[in-house]
Protein backbone atom coordinates (compact mmCIF):
# COMPACT_ATOMS: atom_id res chain seq x y z
CA UNK A 1 0.00 0.00 0.00
CA UNK A 2 1.37 3.43 -0.90
CA UNK A 3 2.38 6.19 2.25
CA UNK A 4 1.06 8.96 -0.14
CA UNK A 5 -2.65 10.01 0.44
CA UNK A 6 -3.06 9.67 -3.54
CA UNK A 7 -1.97 6.01 -4.04
CA UNK A 8 -0.77 5.17 -7.21
CA UNK A 9 -1.15 7.15 -9.69
CA UNK A 10 -2.00 6.73 -13.46
CA UNK A 11 1.03 8.20 -14.37
CA UNK A 12 3.54 7.21 -11.32
CA UNK A 13 3.54 3.98 -12.44
CA UNK A 14 6.30 2.20 -12.88
CA UNK A 15 7.70 -1.09 -13.57
CA UNK A 16 11.17 -0.37 -15.60
CA UNK A 17 14.54 -0.35 -13.77
CA UNK A 18 15.92 2.27 -15.83
CA UNK A 19 19.40 0.34 -15.46
CA UNK A 20 21.80 3.21 -15.89
CA UNK A 21 25.05 2.20 -16.06
CA UNK A 22 24.42 0.27 -19.41
CA UNK A 23 23.78 3.84 -21.02
CA UNK A 24 27.90 4.33 -20.85
CA UNK A 25 28.66 1.56 -22.73
CA UNK A 26 29.90 3.08 -26.28
CA UNK A 27 28.78 -0.22 -27.97
CA UNK A 28 24.86 -0.37 -26.09
CA UNK A 29 22.60 0.18 -28.91
CA UNK A 30 25.02 -2.75 -31.31
CA UNK A 31 23.93 -5.30 -28.30
CA UNK A 32 20.70 -4.50 -28.15
CA UNK A 33 19.80 -4.80 -31.87
CA UNK A 34 21.29 -8.42 -31.54
CA UNK A 35 19.34 -9.74 -28.66
CA UNK A 36 16.48 -11.41 -29.51
CA UNK A 37 14.74 -10.24 -25.77
CA UNK A 38 15.28 -6.65 -27.31
CA UNK A 39 11.41 -5.05 -27.67
CA UNK A 40 11.13 -1.96 -29.86
CA UNK A 41 8.25 0.54 -28.32
CA UNK A 42 7.73 2.87 -31.75
CA UNK A 43 6.39 6.55 -31.04
CA UNK A 44 5.50 9.00 -33.77
CA UNK A 45 3.77 12.59 -33.17
CA UNK A 46 4.02 11.45 -28.79
CA UNK A 47 1.71 8.85 -29.73
CA UNK A 48 2.46 4.87 -29.06
CA UNK A 49 1.02 2.14 -31.36
CA UNK A 50 -1.57 0.09 -29.87
CA UNK A 51 -1.27 -3.87 -29.23
CA UNK A 52 -3.02 -5.21 -32.42
CA UNK A 53 -6.10 -6.94 -29.73
CA UNK A 54 -5.93 -3.41 -27.51
CA UNK A 55 -10.17 -3.40 -26.91
CA UNK A 56 -9.54 -6.85 -25.42
CA UNK A 57 -5.99 -6.84 -24.31
CA UNK A 58 -5.20 -3.00 -23.66
CA UNK A 59 -1.57 -2.85 -24.10
CA UNK A 60 1.56 -0.71 -25.99
CA UNK A 61 2.60 -3.08 -29.32
CA UNK A 62 6.28 -3.91 -28.14
CA UNK A 63 8.17 -5.23 -31.36
CA UNK A 64 11.08 -7.14 -32.59
CA UNK A 65 14.25 -5.24 -33.84
CA UNK A 66 13.45 -7.26 -37.50
CA UNK A 67 9.99 -5.63 -37.78
CA UNK A 68 11.38 -1.83 -37.86
CA UNK A 69 10.57 -0.21 -41.10
CA UNK A 70 13.92 -0.08 -43.06
CA UNK A 71 16.17 2.38 -42.01
CA UNK A 72 14.44 3.23 -38.83
CA UNK A 73 17.31 1.25 -36.60
CA UNK A 74 19.91 3.41 -38.41
CA UNK A 75 22.71 5.24 -36.36
CA UNK A 76 20.99 8.81 -36.84
CA UNK A 77 17.69 7.82 -35.38
CA UNK A 78 16.24 8.98 -32.40
CA UNK A 79 16.64 5.96 -30.22
CA UNK A 80 16.63 6.10 -26.25
CA UNK A 81 17.48 3.18 -24.02
CA UNK A 82 14.43 2.65 -21.60
CA UNK A 83 15.64 0.20 -19.54
CA UNK A 84 14.69 -3.36 -18.61
CA UNK A 85 10.94 -4.62 -17.98
CA UNK A 86 10.09 -5.83 -14.58
CA UNK A 87 7.44 -7.51 -12.84
CA UNK A 88 5.77 -10.82 -14.18
CA UNK A 89 2.35 -9.62 -15.48
CA UNK A 90 3.46 -8.84 -18.53
CA UNK A 91 3.53 -10.90 -21.76
CA UNK A 92 7.36 -10.36 -22.20
CA UNK A 93 9.60 -11.93 -18.95
CA UNK A 94 11.20 -9.89 -16.48
CA UNK A 95 14.56 -8.35 -17.69
CA UNK A 96 13.43 -7.58 -21.49
CA UNK A 97 15.77 -4.93 -23.06
CA UNK A 98 12.64 -1.90 -24.02
CA UNK A 99 14.19 0.62 -26.15
CA UNK A 100 12.10 3.69 -27.67
CA UNK A 101 12.49 4.59 -31.48
CA UNK A 102 10.71 7.90 -32.45
CA UNK A 103 9.65 7.29 -36.19
CA UNK A 104 8.68 9.53 -38.81
CA UNK A 105 5.56 10.14 -40.77
CA UNK A 106 7.06 7.89 -43.39
CA UNK A 107 8.46 5.13 -41.28
CA UNK A 108 5.39 5.28 -39.23
CA UNK A 109 3.03 5.06 -41.84
CA UNK A 110 5.33 1.99 -43.08
CA UNK A 111 4.79 0.42 -39.72
CA UNK A 112 0.89 1.07 -39.55
CA UNK A 113 -1.01 2.74 -41.58
CA UNK A 114 -4.06 2.83 -39.36
CA UNK A 115 -4.18 5.83 -37.53
CA UNK A 116 -6.71 4.51 -35.20
CA UNK A 117 -3.99 2.33 -33.94
CA UNK A 118 -1.38 4.90 -32.49
CA UNK A 119 -2.46 5.93 -29.04
CA UNK A 120 -2.49 9.47 -26.51
CA UNK A 121 -1.34 8.87 -23.53
CA UNK A 122 -4.06 10.71 -22.05
CA UNK A 123 -7.12 9.03 -23.15
CA UNK A 124 -5.34 5.19 -22.93
CA UNK A 125 -2.99 5.80 -19.59
CA UNK A 126 -5.67 3.82 -16.66
CA UNK A 127 -6.28 1.03 -19.42
CA UNK A 128 -2.67 0.68 -19.44
CA UNK A 129 -0.42 -2.01 -17.24
CA UNK A 130 1.59 -0.11 -14.51
CA UNK A 131 4.78 -1.37 -17.13
CA UNK A 132 2.89 -0.29 -20.39
CA UNK A 133 1.89 3.74 -18.68
CA UNK A 134 5.25 4.19 -16.84
CA UNK A 135 6.91 2.94 -20.36
CA UNK A 136 4.87 5.38 -22.40
CA UNK A 137 5.34 8.30 -19.54
CA UNK A 138 9.29 8.34 -19.82
CA UNK A 139 9.43 7.54 -23.60
CA UNK A 140 6.72 10.66 -24.11
CA UNK A 141 8.68 13.02 -21.61
CA UNK A 142 12.18 11.94 -23.39
CA UNK A 143 11.06 12.17 -26.98
CA UNK A 144 10.03 15.56 -25.89
CA UNK A 145 13.03 16.98 -24.68
CA UNK A 146 15.13 15.54 -28.08
CA UNK A 147 12.74 17.54 -30.43
CA UNK A 148 13.65 20.64 -28.30
CA UNK A 149 17.21 19.99 -27.88
CA UNK A 150 18.57 19.33 -31.24
CA UNK A 151 20.92 22.78 -31.08
CA UNK A 152 22.93 23.99 -28.23
CA UNK A 153 21.25 26.39 -25.94
CA UNK A 154 24.38 27.67 -25.26
CA UNK A 155 26.81 27.68 -28.54
CA UNK A 156 23.39 27.16 -31.45
CA UNK A 157 25.73 24.15 -32.38
CA UNK A 158 23.73 20.60 -33.63
CA UNK A 159 24.08 18.35 -30.64
CA UNK A 160 24.80 14.41 -30.96
CA UNK A 161 23.12 11.49 -28.70
CA UNK A 162 25.14 9.62 -26.69
CA UNK A 163 24.56 7.56 -22.96
CA UNK A 164 21.62 5.16 -24.67
CA UNK A 165 19.82 8.50 -25.71
CA UNK A 166 19.78 10.63 -22.41
CA UNK A 167 22.31 13.14 -22.81
CA UNK A 168 22.72 15.71 -25.75
CA UNK A 169 26.14 17.41 -26.04
CA UNK A 170 27.45 20.47 -27.91
CA UNK A 171 29.84 19.50 -29.78
CA UNK A 172 31.56 22.75 -30.11
CA UNK A 173 31.79 23.62 -26.26
CA UNK A 174 32.07 19.94 -25.52
CA UNK A 175 29.50 20.21 -22.75
CA UNK A 176 27.00 17.44 -21.87
CA UNK A 177 22.63 18.66 -21.98
CA UNK A 178 20.90 16.70 -19.71
CA UNK A 179 16.94 15.94 -19.72
CA UNK A 180 15.08 18.74 -17.62
CA UNK A 181 11.88 18.60 -15.71
CA UNK A 182 9.73 21.59 -14.85
CA UNK A 183 8.14 21.49 -11.66
CA UNK A 184 4.36 22.77 -11.31
CA UNK A 185 2.04 22.37 -8.70
CA UNK A 186 -1.64 21.97 -8.03
CA UNK A 187 -3.84 22.73 -5.22
CA UNK A 188 -7.00 21.52 -3.82
CA UNK A 189 -8.26 24.69 -2.02
CA UNK A 190 -11.00 24.11 0.73
CA UNK A 191 -12.92 27.03 2.68
CA UNK A 192 -14.75 26.72 6.02
CA UNK A 193 -17.50 25.28 4.68
CA UNK A 194 -15.10 22.86 2.90
CA UNK A 195 -16.16 23.71 -0.50
CA UNK A 196 -13.98 23.48 -3.02
CA UNK A 197 -12.28 26.18 -5.26
CA UNK A 198 -12.61 25.22 -9.44
CA UNK A 199 -11.19 27.27 -11.70
CA UNK A 200 -11.86 27.33 -16.05
CA UNK A 201 -8.53 27.84 -17.86
CA UNK A 202 -8.76 30.38 -20.92
CA UNK A 203 -7.85 27.62 -23.31
CA UNK A 204 -10.34 25.16 -22.35
CA UNK A 205 -13.98 25.33 -23.68
CA UNK A 206 -16.41 27.70 -20.77
CA UNK A 207 -17.70 24.57 -18.84
CA UNK A 208 -14.35 22.57 -18.00
CA UNK A 209 -13.09 23.31 -14.23
CA UNK A 210 -9.95 22.45 -12.73
CA UNK A 211 -8.03 22.26 -9.72
CA UNK A 212 -5.22 26.03 -9.75
CA UNK A 213 -1.96 24.80 -10.73
CA UNK A 214 1.14 26.62 -11.76
CA UNK A 215 4.68 26.55 -12.48
CA UNK A 216 7.55 26.78 -9.84
CA UNK A 217 9.58 30.07 -10.39
CA UNK A 218 13.50 30.26 -9.72
CA UNK A 219 14.64 30.08 -6.32
CA UNK A 220 10.63 29.14 -5.10
CA UNK A 221 9.87 26.54 -2.73
CA UNK A 222 6.83 24.08 -3.71
CA UNK A 223 4.99 25.78 -0.72
CA UNK A 224 5.84 29.14 -1.95
CA UNK A 225 4.86 28.50 -4.95
CA UNK A 226 1.40 27.04 -4.11
CA UNK A 227 0.66 30.08 -2.21
CA UNK A 228 1.64 32.55 -4.84
CA UNK A 229 0.04 31.21 -7.51
CA UNK A 230 -3.39 30.67 -5.79
CA UNK A 231 -3.19 34.32 -5.19
CA UNK A 232 -2.30 35.28 -8.66
CA UNK A 233 -4.37 32.95 -10.07
CA UNK A 234 -7.88 33.97 -8.14
CA UNK A 235 -7.11 36.16 -4.98
CA UNK A 236 -7.42 33.77 -2.29
CA UNK A 237 -4.53 33.86 0.42
CA UNK A 238 -4.45 29.68 1.60
CA UNK A 239 -2.21 28.46 4.40
CA UNK A 240 -0.32 24.83 5.74
CA UNK A 241 -0.40 23.48 2.30
CA UNK A 242 0.01 19.54 2.68
CA UNK A 243 1.80 17.19 0.18
CA UNK A 244 -0.37 14.79 -1.00
CA UNK A 245 1.92 13.11 -3.99
CA UNK A 246 3.38 13.77 -7.59
CA UNK A 247 2.97 12.51 -10.87
CA UNK A 248 5.25 13.29 -14.44
CA UNK A 249 3.14 15.21 -16.60
CA UNK A 250 4.77 14.95 -20.15
CA UNK A 251 2.65 17.64 -22.11
CA UNK A 252 5.05 18.33 -22.67
CA UNK A 253 7.89 17.68 -19.58
CA UNK A 254 6.76 18.74 -16.15
CA UNK A 255 6.30 17.48 -12.73
CA UNK A 256 2.69 17.94 -10.86
CA UNK A 257 3.31 18.24 -7.33
CA UNK A 258 0.19 17.79 -5.47
CA UNK A 259 -1.04 19.70 -2.39
CA UNK A 260 -4.21 20.46 -0.11
CA UNK A 261 -4.85 23.75 1.13
CA UNK A 262 -7.44 25.95 3.28
CA UNK A 263 -8.16 28.86 2.92
CA UNK A 264 -6.29 31.67 5.44
CA UNK A 265 -8.71 32.37 8.28
CA UNK A 266 -7.15 35.62 8.26
CA UNK A 267 -7.80 36.47 5.11
CA UNK A 268 -11.22 38.59 4.55
CA UNK A 269 -12.99 36.94 1.79
CA UNK A 270 -14.35 38.99 -0.69
CA UNK A 271 -15.19 38.06 -4.18
CA UNK A 272 -13.45 36.03 -6.33
CA UNK A 273 -10.83 37.30 -8.78
CA UNK A 274 -9.89 35.46 -11.84
CA UNK A 275 -6.54 36.98 -13.06
CA UNK A 276 -8.25 36.91 -16.83
CA UNK A 277 -5.12 35.81 -18.37
CA UNK A 278 -5.29 32.25 -17.29
CA UNK A 279 -8.11 31.54 -15.52
CA UNK A 280 -11.47 33.21 -16.59
CA UNK A 281 -14.10 32.09 -14.19
CA UNK A 282 -13.91 30.52 -10.48
CA UNK A 283 -16.21 29.26 -8.69
CA UNK A 284 -16.57 27.58 -5.04
CA UNK A 285 -18.55 23.94 -5.27
CA UNK A 286 -20.10 21.88 -2.30
CA UNK A 287 -20.03 17.94 -2.95
CA UNK A 288 -24.43 18.54 -4.11
CA UNK A 289 -23.22 20.98 -6.51
CA UNK A 290 -20.00 18.79 -8.33
CA UNK A 291 -22.25 15.63 -7.97
CA UNK A 292 -25.50 17.53 -9.73
CA UNK A 293 -25.07 16.69 -13.70
CA UNK A 294 -27.74 19.47 -14.49
CA UNK A 295 -24.67 22.36 -13.81
CA UNK A 296 -23.00 20.52 -17.02
CA UNK A 297 -19.73 21.18 -16.07
CA UNK A 298 -16.62 18.89 -16.96
CA UNK A 299 -14.35 17.91 -14.57
CA UNK A 300 -10.21 16.30 -15.29
CA UNK A 301 -9.84 12.92 -16.44
CA UNK A 302 -8.77 10.21 -14.63
CA UNK A 303 -5.21 10.46 -16.17
CA UNK A 304 -4.71 13.61 -14.39
CA UNK A 305 -3.83 14.02 -10.57
CA UNK A 306 -6.46 16.78 -10.42
CA UNK A 307 -8.83 13.95 -10.84
CA UNK A 308 -7.41 12.16 -8.07
CA UNK A 309 -7.05 14.90 -5.78
CA UNK A 310 -10.39 16.13 -6.65
CA UNK A 311 -11.88 12.31 -5.91
CA UNK A 312 -9.93 12.28 -2.52
CA UNK A 313 -12.37 15.06 -1.81
CA UNK A 314 -15.73 13.98 -3.04
CA UNK A 315 -15.16 10.83 -1.49
CA UNK A 316 -16.29 8.80 -4.40
CA UNK A 317 -16.00 8.94 -8.11
CA UNK A 318 -16.60 12.06 -10.02
CA UNK A 319 -19.80 12.69 -12.01
CA UNK A 320 -18.73 14.51 -15.45
CA UNK A 321 -14.85 13.68 -15.75
CA UNK A 322 -13.33 13.87 -19.20
CA UNK A 323 -11.36 11.50 -21.53
CA UNK A 324 -8.53 13.89 -20.50
Known amino acids: MSVFPLGNLPLSRQEIDRDHEARSRPELFAELWADPRTRILPMNRGRALAHPNFASR???????????????????????????????????PA???????VLDDAHADALEP?????????TVATSLSSRDAGAFVESLAIAGWHASHTHSP???????????????????????LFPRTDMAIIVGIVDAQDRILLGSNALWESNRFSLLAGFVEPGESLEAAALREVFE??????????????????????????FTAEVDPDFAESALVPDGEEIL????????ELGDPANGIILPGPASIAHSILTRWYGGELPQAAAW
Open 154 to 176: RSGAPTTIEKGGWVRRDPELGIE
Open 95 to 101: GTPLVLV
Open 114 to 122: DEARWLNLR
Open 233 to 258: ESGVRIKNPQYLGSQPWPFPASLMVG
Open 281 to 288: DLRWFSRE
Open 58 to 92: PALALIEVRDLPVGSGAAGSIRVYLGLSLGDTNPE
